[in-house]
């Protein structure tokens, strides 16, 4: 079982740009939600996919979205990036719409806006 | 809203000693608990997660946390740290039945000295 992976490892975009970060779940998971984790702080939850719909999400404006393909797989774009958006970008996964038990995370995408 | 606090930034213990990490949080409904180790530029790995029964719980690599209601509290603990423990922790909430749409603390980094 690969767990939970996640593509690129590292990125450098410049502002103003968009970029995708994608996410595999792991074997048997149907649930995949996005955290953003800037330096030095806990992980914070920007939403969550399933069933390819958007769930919940947390606060982050609408230059965050989300998409989920039928295999469970994911991924998050990001418009119109700021220097803020900087932060390593976690994809976790679970199973049975998000009602499971513990999420399983990915190593992350690390990105940073120049 | 929920929210997770954990007073301490950043703790340092020597190799052998015991440990105790604070976690305290605000949640108006029965919650799901969780502790979190990340080691540099890694993803979350789940130490151990608390949602109903006794309130004392058991994770891996020797740690354990106990849940006091009356108190808000989950603190982790570990009667004898190894140099390999040196990570950041996080505490983390989620609302019953909801795994992965967690609200982190801003985490403890643990250094351990020789």
């Known amino acids: 079982d690969a767990g939970v992976t996640q593509s690129p490892t590292h990125l450098i975009k410049t502002r103003g740009q968009q970029v995708t970060l994608r996410c595999s779940p792991k074997?048997?998971?149907?649930?995949v939600s996005w955290y953003q984790q800037a330096l030095g702080q806990g992980p914070q939850f920007i939403f969550q996919y399933y069933e390819e719909e958007e769930r919940q999400r947390g606060n982050f404006p609408d230059r965050f979205s989300g998409h989920q393909f039928p295999n469970y797989s994911s991924e998050l774009n990001v418009n119109a990036l700021l220097l803020g958006d900087s932060a390593l970008y976690l994809c976790?996964?679970?199973?049975?719409?998000?009602?499971?038990?513990?999420?399983?995370f990915g190593q992350g995408t690390r990105l940073t806006v120049v | 809203a929920q929210s997770v606090t954990q007073p301490d930034i950043h703790i340092t213990v020597s190799e052998g000693a015991s440990l105790e990490l604070r976690c305290n949080y605000s949640?108006?409904?029965?919650?799901?608990l969780f502790w979190y180790v990340q080691s540099p530029g890694q993803g979350l790995q789940l130490l151990l997660k608390?949602?109903?029964?006794?309130?004392l719980v058991q994770g891996i690599k020797g740690f354990e946390a106990e849940f006091k209601r009356s108190q808000s509290s989950f603190n982790l603990r570990k009667p004898s740290v190894h140099w390999s423990d040196a990570a950041e922790y996080f505490c983390?909430?989620?609302?019953?039945?909801?795994?992965?749409?967690?609200?982190f603390g801003g985490g403890t980094r643990l250094m351990v000295k020789p």
């Open positions: 608390y949602f109903s029964g006794d309130t």
């Open positions: 074997s048997g998971h149907d649930t």
């Open positions: 976790a996964s679970s199973s049975v719409g998000g009602r499971g038990t513990e999420a399983f």
């Open positions: 983390a909430v989620a609302p019953y039945n909801a795994g992965n749409m967690l609200t």
């Open positions: 949640y108006g409904a029965t919650p799901y």
